[in-house]
């Protein structure tokens, strides 16, 4: 099974590939194939936004403007979260279920193979519009990646490519969306009843249906603000009798179940890697069910909490307030179910489960102060400082990011039939942890302090832990070389991988060879 | 597989429903945002206030400061005739407010008044007021406009001074088909 896309003997002349080269890639249906379209590009994105960060924390390793003009600058921090958020980690997720969701639940393909292909080449496109917009007049959008108005309602034309960008990927993300929620509604395998299914497919199907509640909200969002912008429209122009505050109820109402977007399926795929690692099944899986579904329905009431400061009624902050809070309790259940499944287990710590151990623990500390910011007036205090900062990249990159680096490290001895080098993805995790922290918890003083974020320049006092930072930032920038080395040296020369790799790995994956055929499961397994 | 495609296709002709469902939910937010902030009272700066029966209060003295500024461009000088007034809580006051239009072409503005400190807008009425509606300027034409307001004499006793101010945005979409 070494010649992992052989098609000889599979008989079906209808899902076969009959390109080679670049064509096969540009005209793939296979879920496969998809799956490794999606996670280049997410990392290629990742690269592009974290050279962005590199720029931010260039200009504020020191008081004073010496690199970047201010204009620039806020170019630069809004297209780092742009691209970030719908370049980076969404895709990496959507690459992950185009992969394993199949494989999972025994389904020979996604259920819409040619729409499967299509959501992913509408990405590219959106990706260049971003990119090229750099060098448009007036340069790219810097109204911040949350748009607000009237800022988004007044950049030059920059603003209208990102406008454009955001509906492209939005229609991609609807379209993976419908196809994950049918293929796992419709196409598992016999006895595969929906809790039988791995928790990581279970975030996915939750993430999918959130996706397709919220990504046409933020398509009407960044509608009203291009005709706002060009066709004589009020929405959230005073003057005509609209208003600014409205966008931004609008782009919450987006924004907040988006975040859970961004790590529910990080969250399965820590629930698929700590059991395998502790040798023993998921603690509380049905509870683990339920704190999912319970933390979607809940990131639908709750998205005022951005927007303490704008003004709004004490009741209406009291409930924003509150409804914020109970959100703790389902992320609680996750996080001590997770503690509870390495309880007495047999653990030991390859380079997956030491980032999903960082990542339970960094992500709680996020979750913190994430409570502490849900406070009314400790959030009309810390609005708009380094502390929320250091509050969303404690979740985003600490929280995403390294439970998909932990979901790379587990399955990719899977997809790529070789094992990466042990020594060097150890070197990577604690290289990431220590410059991660050193990046970003002096973000924590400087916000409670009062830097204010989105700015070039900063007083005096805040210079030694914007050094601090930028220093971790530029370590941790290096650091994610190392990753790009063990995936590139993965693929072409590693050792041959086990059909099941790791010891106490269950599931219908580990009973595929590695790296598994082009096609699948065209014969359904039958769970019992 | 093929017992499956009807069953795939009818899920997805339920999502793309939802889809399109939540795309018009997100414009809906527009008059229901609208709707709550009349049904709360929010945001009614550009509305005539009613006033109960008040009486003024004459052992307090407040200061009422006016500003005023003009965004987008607008050709316009505005100034308010008098910079401040000295009244007391309750007492109907008029002031004059005047607009000219430097350009040479019809030009429509909208007023967005706001107050300093913030807390003080909820005691500060306006029975009549040029932000009411748009006004529209002539080339050349100069306007003088009234404000009428009361200030509720249960305003807090630590607010001694209270600015308005207003801010004049263009009206793009009224002046291009005007002009």
Known sequence: ?528 | MVSNAQANQRTLAKLLVVAAVMFGFGFAMVPFYRAICDALGLNSVIKADAVANTQVDAARLLTVEFDTNLRSGLPWTFTPLEKSVRIHPGALTQVTFEIRNHSDRAVTGQAIPSYGPPQAARYFKKLDCFCFTQQTLAPGEIKRMPVVFVIEKDLPQDVNTITLSYTFFEVEGKSKKAG
């Open chain 1, 1 to 528: 099974m070494d010649a992992a896309h052989a098609h000889n003997g599979h008989g079906h002349e209808a899902h076969g590939h009959h390109y080679t080269g670049i064509m096969r890639w540009i005209t793939t249906t296979n879920h496969k194939d998809i799956g490794t379209l999606y996670l280049v590009f997410s990392l290629t994105m990742f690269f592009v936004g974290g050279l962005l960060a590199m720029g931010i924390r260039l200009e504020l390793l020191q008081p004073g403007l010496q690199f970047w003009q201010p204009e620039f600058f806020n170019e630069l921090t809004t297209m780092h979260g742009l691209i970030m958020v719908f370049g980076a980690i969404m895709p990496a997720f959507v690459g992950f279920a185009n992969w394993q969701v199949p494989m999972m639940i025994g389904a020979p393909d996604m259920a819409f193979a040619r729409m499967n292909n299509w959501s992913f080449w509408l990405l590219p496109p959106a990706a260049t519009l971003l990119v090229v917009s750099f060098f448009v007049p007036g340069g790219a959008t810097a109204a911040g990646w949350t748009l607000y108005t009237p800022l988004s309602t007044q950049m030059g034309p920059g603003m209208d490519l990102a406008i454009f960008a955001l509906h492209i990927m939005g229609a991609a993300s609807i379209m993976g969306s419908i196809n994950i929620i049918t293929t796992i509604l419709n196409m598992r395998a016999p006895g595969m009843t929906l809790m039988k299914m791995p928790l990581f497919v279970w975030t996915w199907l939750i993430t999918a249906y959130l996706l397709i509640a919220i990504m046409p909200v933020l398509a009407g969002a960044v509608t009203m603000i291009l005709t706002d912008r060009h066709f004589g429209t009020n929405f959230f122009n005073a003057a005509g009798g609209g208003d600014p505050v409205l966008f931004q109820h609008v782009f919450w109402f987006f924004g907040h179940p988006e975040v859970y977007v961004m790590i529910l399926p990080g969250f399965g795929i820590v629930s698929q890697v700590v059991p395998t690692f502790s040798r023993k099944p998921l603690f509380g899986y049905s509870s683990m069910v339920y704190a999912t579904a319970s933390i979607a329905i809940l990131s639908f009431i709750v998205w005022a909490h951005h927007m303490f400061t704008v003004g709004m009624p004490a009741a209406a902050q009291l409930f924003f307030m509150y409804t914020t809070m109970l959100i703790a309790v389902p992320t609680g259940v996750k996080v001590f179910n997770w503690i509870a499944t390495m309880w007495k287990g047999s653990l030991t710590f390859e380079t997956p489960m030491l980032f999903a151990c960082g990542f339970i623990f960094v992500f709680s500390m996020g979750g913190f102060t994430g409570l502490v910011l849900a406070i009314v007036p400790v959030d009309i205090q810390l609005q708009d400082t380094y502390y929320v900062v250091a509050h969303f990249h404690y979740v985003l990159v600490a929280g995403s990011l390294f439970s998909l680096f932990a979901g790379v490290y587990y399955w990719m001895p899977k997809w790529t039939g070789h094992m990466y080098d042990e020594t060097l993805g150890k070197w990577h995790f604690w290289l990431s942890m220590i410059f991660f922290n050193v990046t970003f918890f002096p973000m924590h003083f400087a916000g409670l302090a009062g830097m204010p974020r989105r700015i070039p320049d900063y007083a005096l006092q805040f210079a030694d832990f914007n050094m601090i930072s930028s220093l971790g930032a530029f370590g941790f920038g290096l650091s994610q070389l190392i990753f790009v080395y063990v995936v590139v040296q993965c693929i072409r020369s590693g050792a041959k991988a086990a059909d099941k790799t790791w010891e106490g790995a269950e599931g219908l994956e580990w009973t595929l060879p590695s790296p598994p055929p082009y096609h699948t499961w065209e014969t359904p397994p039958v769970v019992k």
